[in-house]
C-alpha cells in the first residue's frame, strides 16, 4: 500500500514557476514508478510527466516538453514536479500516482493523490 500527498500548489503569473512535490509512505515507494497527471475543469485528466523507479528515464506530454522536469529521491520517499514559463492553460488540478510501470495511461497507475491546485493568471 502506498499513499500519496501532494503540495506545492498555488496561485503564479504566467511566466513563473512552481515546484510541485509528492510525498509517499511505505517502504516500497522505490519500487515504484511515478507519474503526474492534471485535470482542468471541463476537461479528462491527461498525462503530465512519470519516471521510472530508478529516476533513469522520464517521459513528457509534448505540450510541457522543456518547461516541466519530473525528479524523484528515493532516500526521502518523494517525487517532484518542478514547472517553469508557465501559462494559463497549465491551469488544473495536479495528481501523483504510482504504478509499476511509467506510462501515459491513467489506469495503469495504482494509487493516486488527493491533487494540488495550480492556477496560472495572465
Known amino acids: 500500500q502506498v499513499q500519496l500527498v501532494e503540495s506545492g500548489g498555488g496561485l503564479v503569473q504566467a511566466g513563473g514557476s512552481l515546484r510541485l512535490s509528492c510525498a509517499a509512505s511505505?517502504?516500497?515507494?522505490?519500487?515504484?514508478?511515478m507519474g503526474w497527471f492534471r485535470q482542468a475543469p471541463g476537461t479528462e485528466r491527461e498525462f503530465v510527466a512519470a519516471?521510472?523507479?530508478?529516476?533513469?528515464?522520464?517521459y513528457y506530454a509534448d505540450s510541457v516538453k522543456g518547461r516541466i522536469t519530473i525528479s524523484r529521491d528515493n532516500g526521502k520517499n518523494t517525487v517532484y514536479l518542478q514547472m517553469n514559463s508557465l501559462k494559463p492553460e497549465d491551469t488544473a488540478v495536479y495528481y501523483c500516482?504510482?504504478?509499476?510501470?511509467?506510462?501515459?495511461?491513467?489506469?495503469?497507475?495504482?494509487?493516486w493523490g488527493q491533487g494540488t491546485q495550480v492556477t496560472v493568471s495572465s
Open positions: 519516471i521510472r523507479w530508478s529516476g533513469g528515464s522520464t
Open positions: 511505505g517502504r516500497t515507494f522505490r519500487s515504484y514508478a
Open positions: 500516482a504510482a504504478g509499476l510501470v511509467p506510462t501515459t495511461h491513467e489506469d495503469r497507475y495504482d494509487y
